[in-house]
Structure formats: structure tokens, C-alpha cells
């Protein structure tokens, strides 16, 4: 009954190889957010998507990279990762940007 | 970047008790919501109060807005050890751009 599904879960990395994190939704959402989630901290907003319109925020690094293929799936590419990316990435739909968000499990990304 | 600031950081209470947290905002906003983490997982919607309404009941939680202040609180009342997590307000901004933003979170322990 999963309704956005990150894959994978756990994800390791070397230090600058390029990867690719994934989330599908079945709901059929406009929106789908890509969030960083740091130890302890707040979600931050790296890009969204409202159906094709790419929204990136001024303070997302060049380092990520956003797909949207279709509405069902979303792609996040870090080109090359460094040590400071490593962080829980979470994906998130909604059926318009004044609603309610679900978000995925996250895939939690670990920089060697 | 963070739209919100809540407050406590973090709060421990026993079971029975209420748990009261704080948030405050910066900008213009259609809705506040509030959101649930459990360690390690993805965030679970609570409750969403639009910016014409001032309070919000659901089950054992309450939920305050007052826009003249940019201010809003989570009450959850008779809390369990199954509340135990970290909770967010996440702001949805009036305008073309809009788009979900999180706050800094509380954690909450509550303790048998």
C-alpha cells in the first residue's frame, strides 16, 4: 500500500562517483519536493516539481541535479558527492502546493 | 532555507501529560501544517489550518494559528510513549512560488 516509494532505502557511495536516488508515486500527484535531511535537523528543500515546471531553490548546490520523467517518477542526481552530502534524502508528493504532503521512507545516502 | 523556528528544541514529558510546541514563521502563508518524524523514517502529515482559521482539532491533538503574530502551536494532549518523535510545522507561502518549507522541529520523549 506504499504510496511514494524511495529506492533504495540505504545507499553508499564513494567520495565523487556519481549517483542516482529514485522515488515513484501511485497517487498521481502534481507535486513532487525533494527534500535533504541532516542529523537532527530540519528538511531542506532542494527542488520541487509542479507536473514538468522544475523549481530549484537559489541555495541548492549545482551538485544536484533533478529528473521528472513522468508524473510517477523523480530522480535525484548528486554528480559528485562529497563527505558533506551524506544526509537522508526524502521524497514527497502532494495534489497541489496548498496541500498536504506524503512522503516516502527517504534513502539515506552515506558519502565514503 | 528554514521558513519556521520552533521552540522547545526539545521537550520531555511523562505519559499523561500534554505536550505543548511552538512555531513561528516569517512569510505571507495559505497554510501551516504539522508533521511527525520517527527516527530515521519519513514524515507523517497531522494536521494542515489554513490562514483563515485559528484553531484545529484532531483526535488527541490542537493545533493554533494566530497570523498576526506569524505564530502557531501543536497541543497534544494525554500523551503516550508512542508519541515519542520529532514534530515539524512546515509552511505553505501564499504566491507563484509556493512551496512547503519546513521548521526547525521539537523532539518530544515522553517517558512511561
Known amino acids: 500500500d506504499a504510496m511514494v516509494i524511495q529506492n533504495p532505502r540505504y545507499q553508499v557511495t564513494q567520495f565523487g562517483k556519481p549517483v542516482t536516488l529514485s522515488c515513484s508515486q501511485t497517487?498521481?500527484?502534481?507535486?513532487m519536493y525533494w527534500y535533504q535531511q541532516k542529523s537532527s535537523q530540519a528538511p531542506k528543500l532542494l527542488f520541487h516539481?509542479?507536473?514538468?515546471?522544475?523549481?530549484n531553490e537559489a541555495d541548492t548546490p549545482d551538485n544536484f541535479q533533478s529528473r521528472r520523467p513522468n508524473t510517477s517518477f523523480c530522480f535525484l542526481d548528486i554528480r559528485s558527492p562529497g563527505l558533506g552530502d551524506a544526509a537522508m534524502y526524502l521524497c514527497?508528493?502532494?495534489?497541489?502546493?496548498?496541500?498536504?504532503?506524503?512522503f516516502g521512507q527517504g534513502t539515506r545516502l552515506t558519502v565514503v | 532555507s528554514q521558513q519556521g523556528e520552533e521552540d522547545p528544541q526539545a521537550l520531555s514529558i511523562q505519559e499523561g501529560e500534554n505536550a505543548t510546541m511552538n512555531c513561528s514563521y516569517k512569510?505571507?502563508?495559505?497554510?501551516l501544517q504539522w508533521y511527525r518524524q520517527n527516527s530515521g523514517r519519513g514524515l507523517v502529515h497531522l494536521i494542515l489550518?489554513?490562514?483563515?482559521?485559528r484553531e484545529k482539532h484532531s483526535g488527541r491533538l490542537r493545533v493554533t494559528l494566530d497570523t498576526s503574530k506569524k505564530s502557531s502551536s501543536l497541543l497534544i494532549t494525554a500523551s503516550r510513549a508512542a508519541d515519542t518523535a520529532s514534530y515539524f510545522c512546515?509552511?505553505?507561502?501564499?504566491?507563484?512560488?509556493?512551496?512547503?518549507?519546513f521548521g526547525t522541529g521539537t523532539r518530544l520523549q515522553v517517558t512511561l
Open positions: 489550518i489554513r490562514s483563515n482559521e
Open positions: 497517487l498521481n500527484h502534481n507535486v
Open positions: 512569510t505571507s502563508i495559505n497554510n
Open positions: 512546515a509552511t505553505a507561502n501564499t504566491g507563484t512560488a509556493s512551496k512547503l518549507t
Open positions: 514527497a508528493t502532494s495534489s497541489g502546493v496548498y496541500t498536504e504532503a506524503f
Open positions: 516539481y509542479y507536473d514538468k515546471d522544475f523549481n
